[in-house]
């Protein structure tokens, strides 16, 4: 005889407020939907793998297995790996306490989420932002409002006005080849915006992924150092500044950091011990054992984005019809594209995927809705023929919308 | 001319309201005060790093990236390495969707926390418990309750009868080789904890980072196990069990799991998303690759730690004087000595310092406080000669105490 059945415990009345905040990335869904082998996909946001260096990552492995020995498998310390910390902050020129190391630069955004966003406090971000720092932010139950951006990023004076009104806590921005407009915000507007936080006491996260990734065009100053250079104290800088290895090495071994103020640093370090003790040991030696390659392997890395980025928007002019706007990155791993009002790019999908061509919808980039009409397309993992046939069948798609 | 000081941003005032339930370990304070090189450490809570399989870490790594290829360097899904998910949940007999990878399972505590703890929820503890749990739970801001405990674990009556007049939502325990006690819960305790818990709808988080390390008495069933037998299906299970390959592999790896039922899954894929996308794809290679080798490795590590407990014990039975407890551990990495009532052990730290010997006071393992006169000893990374003269030492630290 079996044990009489229990009530089941109810597992949702148990769950946290927070959980409420959370959703499964909209991307997720809508990348399996398009993960059919014969479909040719512009919708994946990952880094071209057959550029990844697989052979110095392989003899990094074994050199620092002998170098250091147990040492690279035990515990270590949660600020990160000594000399890994170090080579960051000289990038910068300051002093590696003020650097963080974190697994992945996702966790740099969950750990400045859990301490510095209170339910209800205020987070600008741009319209659309990058997905990512959304799920990481909204267990934190933030109030998002949208800053405006035209083809110049965000959208200065509206900042202005909304700072006026608006008590904010934290803007969240990408300033550089956005993820997943692909623009750049001006040097005048990096100014203004570091500026204008800073009158009203708004701290910056300026989250920068592909900033090591420009194929043309000239670099500009980060949000970060124009903030040092306001407050003249490393210690007193409004804009933290996340970066990763990610795009430039290869993204499966989760190195990324933060730099930022001590006080933001020390918070982060209570709140990364509390969230998983340390990076994997081996993990960051191996990155800092890749280092002395990486100026090469970004050469590799953006020459290659450059020319498929220009290969994707020859084939636009070519085979999109007219009406069809497009932003022109100037670095880094995808192109936006905005079609007629009245197009819905989300139940247009199906379309595209039974043409075996896919695309990620515009709109779940927004925080608070828009952008129905627009769509991102990663140019980065694509071959030249896959970016022929796989454009002219978004354009007929497109066409065919607009009947 | 340089420009005009701008008032320093108030960062204190723009950290979260959860940044108050963060503190800094106490632990890693006290063992920084104690790694002078010359002093024996008992206080560490490291595993032994001359029993890590490095040359086998050194090959997996390899022939990882030789049959992966980039795909070992690559993003890869949150949930986890399907051949490892599969070889975890072959272990209890259970599907692999009820098996989540996380980065250390430190995470796995965060990101339980995150999900199941609203501020002034109630956390049943036990007194004393680990440490690391309180770090990963506090920015959630739970009200802790304190579960008296004895030389069978947690007092399951006075569990009882807290139930009764407390509503919480959560016990975390760890039930085999405590940290930092080295007890072991009963199996008739185990069973009425289940039972107990079930029947007032508080879910228990098993916590099991040593169970593999057992080097004398009987394996015992897990609260797990018990649950799923009580509950009879795998997706009602109101035990969550918690595990890793820190101290059976190596912890530099950062690799540990969380199995539970279905809905409690669903949240930690959401929350780990946002927390760090996923656990390094080629760390979870390397555990896979490792796993024909797990058998012999824990043969090795719980003969080593069963030496070095017996030779330990030995010590402080011709070494301590009268009137000192302490616990006979039968697995993992600790024992617990518990003082005459007035000693206090963090004012008697210096003392032992000074005789060149040092070990973790027992008080900030209680999360409401208590334990002044007990301390945790670690006999994992210490030689039979270190362990004789540092025993004596601090039997000598002892015995000027009591004088």
Redesign the interface.
């Known amino acids: 005889m ?2 009489p ?2 009530p ?5 009345a ?6 409420r905040g ?4 909209a991307i ?1 869904e809508i990348l399996k939907v398009t993960q059919q082998p014969d479909v040719i996909s512009f919708a994946g946001g ?2 071209a ?2 550029l ?1 260096p ?1 052979a110095d ?2 003899a990094a ?2 050199r620092v ?2 170098t250091y ?8 310390t949660t600020e990160g790996h000594p000399p890994l910390r170090e080579w960051i902050a000289a990038q910068s020129g300051i002093p590696a306490q003020n650097v963080q190391i974190v ?2 630069s ?2 740099g955004l ?1 750990l400045l989420g ?5 339910e209800g ?1 205020t987070v600008l971000v741009e319209a659309p932002t990058y997905l ?1 720092a959304l ?2 932010f ?3 139950l933030p109030n998002y409002v949208q800053l405006p951006t035209d083809e110049g990023g965000i959208d200065v004076d509206a900042l202005e006005g909304i700072l006026k009104t608006t008590r904010a ?1 934290l803007l969240y921005a990408v300033p550089n080849f956005q993820n997943p407009t692909g623009r750049t915000l001006s040097v005048e507007r990096r100014r203004r915006l570091v500026e204008l936080t ?2 009203h ?1 708004v ?1 910056v996260i300026e989250d920068d992924p592909y900033g090591a990734l420009r194929f043309s065009g000239e670099a500009l100053p980060s949000l970060y150092a124009l903030g040092l250079e ?4 490393v210690d ?1 800088n ?1 804009v933290i500044y996340s970066s990763s290895f ?1 795009k430039t090495l ?5 190195d990324a950091w933060v730099q930022a ?1 001590r ?2 640093i020390q ?1 982060l ?3 990364k ?11 960051q030696m191996i990155i800092t054992e890749l280092l002395p390659i990486l100026p090469r392997q970004i050469e590799i890395v953006k020459q290659a984005y450059g020319e498929r980025a220009q290969h994707m928007m020859a084939r636009i002019a070519a085979d999109f019809p007219g009406g069809v706007d497009h932003t022109v990155p100037e670095g880094g791993m995808f192109l936006w594209v905005t079609l007629p009002h009245g197009i819905d790019t989300q139940a247009m999908l199906p379309r595209a995927v039974e043409r075996k061509v896919a695309y990620v919808p515009g709109s779940p980039f927004y925080a608070l809705g828009g952008g129905e009409n627009t769509m991102r397309l990663s140019y980065c993992t694509a071959t030249p023929a896959q970016i022929e046939t796989g454009i002219k069948a978004l354009g007929d798609t497109i066409r065919e919308a607009l009947d």
Chains 1, 2 share one sequence.
């Open positions: 079996s044990a059945t229990r089941a415990l109810d597992f949702q148990a769950f946290a407020a927070r959980v959370m959703t499964a990335s997720r990952l880094p793998p057959e990844f697989l990552v392989k492995a074994a297995l002998d020995g147990p040492a690279a498998l035990q515990y270590s697994t992945g996702q966790q969950d859990k301490i510095l966003i209170s406090d990512g799920q990481s909204q267990p934190y806590k800073a009158e006491g701290l306001l407050a003249g104290d007193r409004h990610s290869v993204p499966g071994l989760r103020a006080p933001i918070k370090i209570m709140a011990q509390g969230a998983d003790l340390h990076t994997p040991t081996l993990n």
